[in-house]
Nanobody
Framework: QVQLVESGGGLVQAGGSLRLSCRAS????????MAWYRQAPGKQREFVAR???????LYAEPVKGRFFISRDNAKNTVWLQMNSLKPEDTGVYYC?????????????WGQGIQVSVSS
């Protein structure tokens, strides 16, 4: 059974930085994209960033130039470096992973980790 375990969240002042980590446990190689989503209070979950096995990245417009996604394929691990944080970045951040490169959706989700940015 595959589980995504997230860490690194917390409370930070506006302008600060945080680094989130997500590791897929279990005897599996994640061959598809790994991504981060977030959900602010009272809002729907939204896409933040994605990175494929080949290294291709995609970012949501609000985080471009501030957030950076990286990945270690051999360790089934993805990180999200968040810089210049803003109060509107507050929310629960979720890691997601697709088992196969051709997967049309994410097969695995983490439990979510809280990120709070104070003004």
């Amino acid at each position: 059974q595959v589980q995504l375990v997230e860490s690194g969240g917390g409370l930070v002042q506006a302008g600060g930085s945080l680094r989130l980590s997500c590791r897929a446990s279990g005897s599996i190689f994640i061959d598809g994209p790994m991504a981060w989503y977030r959900q602010a209070p009272g809002k729907q979950r939204e896409f933040v960033a994605r990175k494929t096995v080949e290294g291709s990245t995609l970012y949501a417009e609000p985080v471009k130039g501030r957030f950076f996604i990286s990945r270690d394929n051999a360790k089934n691990t993805v990180w999200l470096q968040m810089n210049s944080l803003k109060p509107e970045d507050t929310g629960v951040y979720y890691c997601a992973a697709a088992k196969l490169a051709v997967s049309l959706s994410y097969d695995y989700w983490g439990q979510g980790i809280q990120v709070s940015v104070s003004s």
